[in-house]
Nanobody, 121 residues
Framework: VQLQASGGGLVQAGGSLRLSCAASGRAFSSYVMAWFRQAPGKEREFVALNSWSSGYTNYADSVKGRFTISRDSAKNTVYLQMNSLKPEDTAVYYC???????????????WGQGTQVTVSS
């Protein structure tokens, strides 16, 4: 599985962005898809995940109510809609694919290259 993330950019606080992660390869719907982020000098942290097979979705507390993860299996693409952005959301965002639903980055086997999100105050 190869993942290609896109959609990052510079936005003012309170604004919105939608990230996309296009997956190549078969059996896309069998994978748990997740988003992580990493700010400078910090560890990579969990943002959101979606399991198509079970319908399970989970979010980090810091983004609940503001971010929404979704996927389009026909397009082999997972999205992260980010609303009400805050400066503390500034980070490189990574999409990941794995076999189990986990908030740990170690559980994911495939990673996209990352896309920068910068939120100005």
């Amino acid at each position: 599985v190869q993942l290609q993330a896109s959609g990052g950019g510079l936005v003012q606080a309170g604004g919105s962005l939608r990230l996309s992660c296009a997956a190549s390869g078969r059996a896309f719907s069998s994978y748990v898809m997740a988003w992580f982020r990493q700010a400078p000098g910090k560890e990579r942290e969990f943002v959101a995940l979606n399991s198509w097979s079970s319908g399970y979705t989970n979010y980090a507390d810091s983004v609940k109510g503001r971010f929404t993860i979704s996927r389009d299996s026909a397009k082999n693409t997972v999205y992260l809609q980010m609303n009400s952005l805050k400066p503390e959301d500034t980070a490189v965002y990574y999409c990941a694919a794995g076999r189990i639903s986990s908030v740990s980055a170690r559980a994911y086997d495939y990673w996209g290259q990352g896309t920068q999100v910068t939120v100005s105050s």
